[in-house]
């Protein structure tokens, strides 16, 4: 059973262009959490999506930002006109149902350095 | 809300000595809570999840945690360090469907 997928590993992007960050849950999970890990920093919750629903995004930055679930394929964030301050490494989670007692299991992370 | 405070932005021990990592935590309600270990560049990795059982939780690789209500602590320890454990270490709450980190412990072993 593979665990999470993220791609890619590794982003380059100038400013002003776009980025698109995808992620794989695990099979059977329905579930996918977005965070962002600025240097030295830990984790906060961007974004929480089910299948075609967000279910919650205040962590998401009003502008720019964007998340999607698709009914099949992966889960995309969507990053419009990099700025150098969006330079992170961002975290997908998936988890197989809802609930505060159910563990999210984590991708390796796309890591964004905008130029 | 929900809040965890890592108390100590480093920690530096010599391998086969014990480890103490701490964390504590504000809740309006009984959390579930959640030490993470992140190696570099990778992934986060659970170690141990406490969820109103056993206030005594053991992990993987030999970590545990001690759920402590009256002093609103959840302290990762290991009774010996290995080389391989350094890395950077997050306590995790709950907070309505989406986790909380704390800011991380980055864990330094000497042989």
């Known amino acids: 059973n593979a665990g999470v997928m993220q791609n890619p590993r590794h982003l380059v992007r100038r400013r002003g262009q776009e980025a698109r960050l995808r992620c794989s849950p695990m099979k059977g999970h329905s579930h996918v959490y977005w965070y962002r890990q600025l240097p030295e920093e830990g984790l906060k919750f961007m974004v929480y999506?089910?299948?075609?629903?967000?279910?919650?995004e205040s962590g998401m930055p009003k502008e720019r930002f964007s998340a999607e679930f698709p009914k099949e394929g992966p889960s995309i964030l969507r990053i419009q006109q990099v700025v150098r301050g969006d330079s992170a490494a961002y975290f997908c989670a998936s988890s197989p149902s809802s609930g505060d007692y159910n563990e999210q299991f984590f991708g390796p992370g796309t890591r964004l350095t905008v130029l | 809300a929900q809040s965890v405070t890592q108390l100590d932005s480093h920690v530096s021990v010599s391998e086969g000595t014990p480890v103490l990592l701490r964390c504590n935590y504000s809740s309006s309600y009984s959390p579930s809570l959640f030490w993470y270990v992140q190696h570099p560049n990778k992934g986060l990795q659970l170690l141990l999840k406490y969820t109103s059982a056993a206030t005594l939780v053991k992990g993987i690789n030999g970590f545990e945690a001690e759920f402590k209500k009256s002093e609103t602590s959840f302290h990762l320890t290991k009774p010996s360090a290995h080389m391989s454990d350094a890395a950077e270490y997050f306590c995790?709450?709950?907070?309505?469907?989406?986790?909380?980190f704390g800011t991380g412990t980055r864990l330094l072993v000497s042989p």
């Open positions: 995790v709450s709950t907070g309505f469907q989406k986790l909380v």
């Open positions: 999506l089910q299948k075609e629903n967000i279910i919650d």
